[in-house]
């Protein structure tokens, strides 16, 4: 297929003039959306903007209010996910259902009546080859690293042979080399006939491999089946947000560094996936903002939960200047949330010992309530503090996180992949606080796989690979192709006579 030009065929799925209302307030406004075979369309928006409600009205979780979802030109009422499966129609979520005791082979097969051995153990590895995928099908989920547990997803996904397969921010988890093997995967299965819609909010992958797109803005179609060379990344973030919001990370100002409040010595690490840590060294000064960059799996998790404090180094030795340490972990509900607990009650979780929240024997709920409007308040979280925060979209979760970790007066603050999966309002807001405070004096250390991320807002970057500082880069050497060289294990001769 010519990219972005239709077929004649009828779409392999769409919706006309959907309208979705949630309280009173419209999810989707009469929207606009068509995927045909052997294309992959991307959906664009912000958090908030409709895409989730739009996905799951395709598959099956919503009924619209209006309007109709139609599959290869037929009008079909969905009365569950399953039903739009039997249609053809999959999603894989950004936020994992997978059950942790489980082998990747067990996990795949579950729910489908196949039973995990024999020929159908064969086929699992066949299918997880022709993704792409090296996933160890005998071991549990649980040992996984988050971006091998979203191959499991898709792996679930493909093992159903959908006709549509819809992508909720698949690259959100993954390094840069293991997005290039999804999108090789996402090309192949175009080249099957298989429609790809992939919801994603980094331009640069819509350029890489959309041949149409549809935006959203505040539930509404503000572009739908339009060809992304006829847009520049500017026009896009306006479709996207709205004039006057697109405004990139503001560049970092030399740091006026204070005392070390987090020094590693010859930190060592083993890990049952990736690299680990062997003998780094690292410090984190008051007031500066310290990027670490690598590919995935060379020692970047192990580094946020030995500075956070949550794993002690197998030799070597890790110093903090004392006080408290804020952590934002990648994982933002399996470690960073209470999935069974409300907004309000997971933004106090740090609170509940200390005044004016917690008192003897008891839990101050009205100081609670008002913590959490305050919050909620300041850092844009879209829903009311009585909400189960499961309820959340994928960047109002990270608000969440975000908002009680950086309420705390910590002299240390480690965020690992602060922005992951926000839209680029949300994301920009999360680097600006974390700007912020540094400039208070905080100390930062940012774990992320966004090179330019990190070259917009740090003092200097520490690239890792295979478990090792391979280079520690001041701001007056940052060069994406330079630093690109050394996550892939270049030698660092930039200064080399």
Not at 117 to 131: I, P, T, Y
């Amino acid at each position: 297929m010519v990219a972005g030009k239709a077929p004649s065929a009828p779409a392999a799925v769409e919706a006309l003039g959907v309208t979705k209302v949630f309280n009173g307030r419209p999810a989707n406004l009469d929207v606009y959306f068509h995927a045909f075979a052997g294309e992959i369309h991307t959906v664009l928006g912000e958090n908030g903007a409709g895409k989730s409600t739009l996905t799951s009205m395709l598959a099956g979780v919503y009924r619209p209010d209006s309007g109709e979802v139609r599959v290869r030109g037929r009008k079909i009422a969905f009365h569950s996910p399953r039903d739009a499966l039997r249609a053809g129609v999959g999603v894989v979520y950004q936020e994992f259902h997978l059950v942790e005791n489980l082998t990747v082979l067990e996990n795949a097969l579950l729910g489908t009546g196949m039973r995990p051995w024999g020929r159908k153990r064969d086929a699992v590895g066949d299918q997880a080859r022709q993704a792409g995928f090296d996933l160890p099908l005998s071991a549990p989920v649980r040992l996984l690293n988050i971006g091998h547990r979203q191959q499991v997803e898709i792996l679930k996904l493909l093992l159903r042979d959908p006709d549509v397969l819809i992508f909720d921010e698949p690259t959100a988890v993954l390094g840069e080399a293991q997005v290039g093997e999804l999108f090789a995967t996402l090309d192949r299965l175009r080249r099957r006939g298989k429609a790809i819609v992939l919801i994603t909010h980094r331009l640069r992958e819509v350029r890489m491999v959309a041949d149409r797109l549809t935006v959203l803005r505040e539930g509404r179609t503000t572009a739908a089946g339009r060809r992304p060379a006829e847009f520049t990344d500017a026009a896009l973030t306006e479709l996207m947000v709205g004039p006057g919001t697109g405004a990139p990370a503001r560049t970092r100002e030399p740091a006026a560094m204070g005392e070390i409040v987090l020094r590693l010595v010859g930190v060592h690490l083993s890990s049952r996936s990736g690299s680990g840590l062997r003998g780094v060294d690292l410090a984190v000064a008051a007031g500066e903002l310290v990027g670490v960059a690598g590919v995935r799996g060379n020692g970047q998790r192990e580094i946020a939960e030995v500075a956070a404090g949550l794993a002690p180094p197998g030799r070597g030795r890790v110093e903090h200047a004392g006080g408290d340490v804020s952590f934002i972990p990648e994982d933002r509900l399996g470690m960073g949330l209470c999935r069974r607990m409300t907004i309000g009650q997971n933004l106090a979780l740090r609170c509940y010992r200390k005044p004016p929240i917690g008192r003897p024997w008891q839990i101050d709920r009205a100081a609670l309530q008002s913590l959490a409007e305050r919050q909620i308040a300041r850092y844009g979280i879209p829903a009311r503090a009585d909400r189960i925060v499961t309820q959340l979209s994928g960047g109002g979760l990270q608000r969440v996180v975000v908002a009680r970790e950086l309420d705390q007066r910590a002299r240390l603050i480690v965020a690992a992949q602060p922005t992951r999966g926000l839209d680029i309002r949300s994301a920009e807001f999360v680097r600006r606080r974390l700007v912020e405070a540094a400039e208070r004096g905080v100390g930062v250390l940012v774990i992320s796989e966004d090179l330019d991320e990190l070259m917009a807002m740090t003092d200097r970057i520490v690239v890792l690979y295979e478990g090792c500082v391979a280079a520690d880069v001041p701001r007056s050497d940052f060069d994406r192709q330079y630093l690109g060289t050394l996550m892939l294990g270049a030698r660092n001769d930039r200064h080399a006579s």
